[in-house]
């Protein structure tokens, strides 16, 4: 199981990162929501780190994610809509 959370340099300059929690077993592309509250905007670099992942070891054996997003390439809904 792994959560995902925006760097603190990013939530210091009004941007935040919302992305939900990764399933044990989950192989694929992964998409987050960058939400900017900064009226000034954001400039963001190229290679830019804007995210942090933090993996969790499960205390007993679970049963591993197998949805429809399993090894998904996009990050984009299985219905097509962003």
Do not use: C
Not at 6 to 34: C, H, K
């Amino acid at each position: 199981m792994a959560s995902v959370f925006p760097r603190s340099s990013l939530w210091r300059s009004g941007v935040g990162i919302n992305a939900g929690v990764v399933d044990a077993g989950y192989n694929g592309t992964m998409g987050a929501l960058m939400e900017v509250k900064n009226p000034n905007g954001v400039v963001l670099y190229h290679n830019a780190k804007l995210a942090q992942i933090v993996v969790e070891e499960m205390g007993e054996t679970v049963e591993g994610y197998n949805g429809i997003y399993q090894s998904s390439k996009s990050s984009v809904g299985r219905d097509g809509a962003e």
